[in-house]
């Protein structure tokens, strides 16, 4: 009798527990997401600056000087070649 | 037997007393954590108030304006995060020595840091800076200074400065269009930001977002501009230098791509002189020159010369002359109209043709002509060439320019439109109506952004509007060409691309009604090229040029126009002869 009812309150014991693991693993999830969901948004504002400096640095003059230093000789791409009068 | 039956009884006891001590002890420990919930909840210990109390944060979800990009999707305009520093001087450690610390941090001055403080608008936020560089925020997130944060906002950078300030526009503090470009494509541009609301725990981790309070952020679209950036930098150079060689009150320039009506480049150039009278001026450009009007579209001018090609073809499509018409042009003096009205040449060349007239810019010649045609003919055919109407190319505050109302509409309306005068113009409708001797005698349709589909391609060659016919646009393009090579235009030829243009010069009409100017004028060069397949159609007017320093058409505005034909020609691949 003893045993049977130390076996029901162990298999209820680890019944609780595992629920309370579940519950854990759940919020440690939701943690996890919020925290990523977070992470993206920083990551997006990265991106933006990185466009911007991207544009700054992509400039016509910045473009000239870093072909003067390649040296060589540089032409315009053909018109026809570059799709004509096209829009 | 007994006693082994009886050692069975106690051991079984002694097994149940245990159980019993067990769950007693079970019992007790679960009233013992009901009563301290209970505590807790009933009672509230002010230390852990705080912590249950207020488990979620919101905060905004700031979303991206759209891109402005340039016909090579090259970014124009571009939005990314900056902070905003401020203050909440009821949660500062030592209100004393704060300004003293903050300029430490960001460098700055204590004292006008302490009077934005003590300025504030709000009992606890106070601004200290509206924007601050990456590395000053860095450094403030470094120093954990309690009380002073920092407010993410959006800023909006232009990376190639003043480029196209007035096409481009600029946006205000709440990142809206207020000007340009900006303002025209707000729709498309402005964005959504959204709600991001967290539960956090006690240590003010984030444990999950709440679904119900949080909405997603939404970025705005990217709108693509026909302008170049690079034929816009050097159309603005070459601008900028001619006014300032010629003292001029300003200039404006326009690049068009003929067949497509894209429009490459639009530059205007405001140069304050300190001898004063001046006509043209835009004060608020001293604060944000990307807050001024876009002249180019909003200020007409009167053509002079440069519109004759316009009566010429207007004239030749009716067939009130034919090109080896000659013509009674004086030897002397001056043309007396039917009317008596006095029409004066700069040269005299005798009895010409028609084609002659137009390619040595004869008034009197043009006059003749303009005599013949009805008033109902000449204003119908001005019109169809899109003068008194706004282009609608996707301008701000465009004008549609003045023209004379049928009712007011007289003799010496018709002899002086024939010259290019008694009709403002834009520089926006003259390059189109020009367009028209480039293409094969149709309007094109000006545009600021890109195309959306090949649909809209399609429909606006549907919708084209005719200004005169193909032969007639081949055999003004033909003569102007020769004006190029014998005419006023001969000062403006290029040795790369052969040219087809005119030059102007018209005199600067008083801002007063009261007639105009007799020492000062408006000097514009207008051409297309290349003369076998035209590409590009460019305009230039520079107003008010110091006369002792020039002030003809060709001689100041042609060397500009021929710069801008022969570098717009190379950047865009086309072989030079």
């Not at chain 2, 009007?293 to 009130?320: H, M």
């Not at chain 2, 105009?516 to 007017?541: E, K, T």
Request: a positive charge; charged letters at 25%.
């Amino acid at each position: 009798m003893s045993a049977k009812l130390l076996a029901v309150i162990v298999v209820m014991g680890a019944a609780a527990l595992t629920l309370l693991l579940i519950r854990q693993l759940r919020i440690e999830a939701s943690a996890c997401s919020a925290r990523l969901y977070q992470r993206l948004i920083e990551n997006e504002h990265t991106e933006w600056k990185l466009r911007s400096e991207i544009a700054a640095r992509s400039r016509a003059d910045e473009l000239r000087r870093a072909m003067a230093k390649l040296g060589g000789s540089w032409a315009p791409i053909p018109f026809e070649a570059a799709g004509g009068d096209q829009p | 037997m007994v006693s082994h039956h009886h050692a069975r009884l106690r051991q079984s006891d002694r097994a149940a007393a245990w159980a019993s001590l067990f769950v007693g002890g079970m019992i007790l420990l679960m009233l013992l954590l009901l009563g301290r919930v209970a505590q807790l909840k009933v009672l509230g210990e002010a230390r852990y108030g705080r912590i249950i109390s207020a488990p979620l944060a919101t905060r905004t979800h700031l979303a991206r304006r759209g891109d402005l990009r340039d016909a090579r999707n090259r970014t124009i305009a571009t939005s990314r995060l900056g902070y905003r520093l401020f203050v909440d001087p009821t949660a500062v450690q030592d209100p004393q020595t704060i300004a003293v610390d903050i300029a430490a941090a960001i460098g700055g001055v204590p004292t006008e840091i302490d009077l934005k403080i003590l300025n504030r608008a709000s009992p606890r936020y106070a601004v200290i800076e509206h924007l601050l560089e990456d590395w000053q925020a860095d450094v403030i997130r470094a120093s954990r200074l309690r009380g002073v944060g920092l407010e993410p906002r959006l800023v909006r950078h232009r990376p190639h400065g003043a480029l196209a300030a007035s096409v481009v526009g600029t946006v205000g503090r709440d990142h809206t269009g207020l000007s340009g470009s900006e303002h025209v494509f707000e729709s498309r541009l402005a964005h959504r930001d959204g709600r991001l609301t967290v539960l956090r725990d006690a240590r003010r981790r984030p444990l999950r977002i709440d679904a119900q309070d949080t909405h997603a952020a939404r970025n705005g679209r990217d709108v693509q501009l026909t302008i170049d950036l690079v034929v816009q930098q050097f159309v603005q150079e070459r601008l900028r230098e001619a006014v300032h060689r010629y003292n001029a009150a300003g200039g404006r320039a326009i690049v068009l791509r003929c067949r497509t009506g894209e429009i490459l480049a639009m530059a205007d150039v405001l140069n304050p002189r300190p001898r004063g009278e001046d006509v043209y001026s835009d004060p608020v450009r001293k604060v944000d020159p990307a807050l001024g009007r876009n002249r180019c579209a909003t200020d007409p001018y009167e053509p002079g010369s440069t519109f004759k090609p316009i009566v010429w073809a207007a004239a030749t499509d009716l067939g009130k002359a034919e090109p080896q018409e000659i013509l009674p042009t004086p030897a002397g003096q001056y043309h007396r109209t039917s009317r008596g009205r006095r029409i004066r040449d700069t040269h005299l060349y005798g009895p010409v043709s028609w084609r002659t007239v137009l390619v040595r810019s004869i008034n009197s010649g043009m006059a003749i002509v303009a005599e013949r045609m009805s008033h109902d003919q000449m204003r119908e055919s001005v019109s169809r060439f899109g003068f008194g109407q706004k282009t609608r190319a996707g301008l701000a505050s465009e004008s549609a320019g003045l023209m004379t109302s049928a009712r007011d509409w007289t003799h010496y309306t018709q002899t002086s439109l024939a010259m290019g005068h008694e009709i403002a113009v834009t520089p926006l409708q003259m390059v189109r109506a020009f367009a028209a001797f480039a293409r094969d005698g149709t309007l094109p349709t000006l545009r600021l952004t890109a195309r959306d589909t090949p649909a809209d391609a399609a429909a606006e060659y549907r919708f084209r509007q005719r200004a005169c016919s193909e032969s007639t646009a081949r055999l003004v393009r033909e003569v102007l060409r020769e004006a190029m090579l014998k005419g006023t235009g001969r000062h403006a030829r290029s040795q790369h691309y052969e040219m087809f243009g005119k030059s102007g010069t018209a005199q600067l009409p008083r801002p007063d009604g009261g007639g105009y100017f007799q020492d000062r004028y408006v000097s514009s060069f207008i051409a297309g090229a290349p003369y076998q397949r035209p590409l590009i159609v460019v305009l230039c007017v520079i107003d008010d040029p110091q006369r002792s320093r020039g002030h003809w058409g060709a001689r100041v505005a042609g060397p500009v126009v021929r710069d801008i034909v022969d570098r717009t020609l190379h950047y865009l691949g086309v072989q030079s002869r």
